[in-house]
């Protein structure tokens, strides 16, 4: 019904999304969230493309990144509610402050 195509074009589409929101937001929350999804915009691009070549390395790979996301997400909230507690305020241009 669709063809590796339209899902690049919409991985793409995705992923200029994500790093629209990562180059213009301040809050680490929806930094992250936009960082998540320029990860699920390259499974998608890795899926589809797996798919129209029949290979089944590009699955293996999505669940690599799928691992390495939720890892990071763990230790960015972590470091998020760490700085939280201490200084009341998660802007990221007042982050810069806190430098040695």
Same mark, same amino acid.
Request: hydrophobic fraction near 65%; include cysteine; aromatic fraction near 12%.
């Given at each position: 019904?669709? +063809?590796? +195509?339209?899902? &690049?074009?919409?991985?793409? %589409?995705?992923?200029?999304?994500?790093?629209?929101? !990562?180059? #213009?937001?301040? $809050?680490? &929350?929806?930094?992250?969230?936009?960082?998540?999804?320029?990860? /699920?915009?390259? /499974?998608?691009?890795?899926? %589809?493309?797996?798919?129209?070549?029949? &290979?089944?390395?590009?699955? %293996?790979?999505?669940?690599? !990144? !799928?691992?390495?996301? %939720?890892?990071?997400?763990?230790? +960015?909230?972590?470091?998020?509610?760490?700085?939280?507690? #201490?200084?009341? $305020? !998660? /802007?990221? $241009?007042?982050?810069?402050?806190?430098?040695?």
């Amino acid at each position: 019904m669709f +063809g590796v +195509g339209f899902f &690049l074009a919409l991985a793409f %589409a995705l992923f200029a999304v994500g790093a629209f929101g !990562v180059l #213009t937001r301040r $809050d680490p &929350l929806v930094m992250f969230m936009c960082i998540e999804m320029m990860f /699920n915009s390259g /499974n998608l691009a890795l899926v %589809a493309l797996s798919r129209y070549l029949g &290979l089944a390395s590009g699955h %293996a790979l999505v669940f690599f !990144v !799928v691992a390495v996301a %939720a890892a990071e997400v763990a230790v +960015g909230l972590g470091i998020i509610i760490a700085i939280f507690r #201490t200084e009341k $305020d !998660v /802007n990221v $241009d007042h982050l810069s402050e806190l430098k040695g």
